[in-house]
């Protein structure tokens, strides 16, 4: 696999992440576990850039 595609892939994989947590319900302990995820999903995507 090239560095590219790897970079595309994670930027990809936050982008699905970030949608699919659109979906969850609106409790509070919902959305403060979206927001964690939706965190740690793009700093990798950061970090790895």
């Known amino acids: 696999m090239k560095p590219n595609q790897l970079e595309e892939r994670v930027i990809q994989f936050s982008i699905e992440i970030i949608l699919l947590c659109k979906t969850i319900d609106k409790s509070f302990a919902s959305e ?18």
Do not use: E, F, M, P
Not at 32 to 49: E, F, M, P, W
């Open 32 to 49: 403060h576990l979206a927001k964690q995820l939706i965190r740690s999903v793009t700093s990798s995507a950061l970090n790895y850039g």
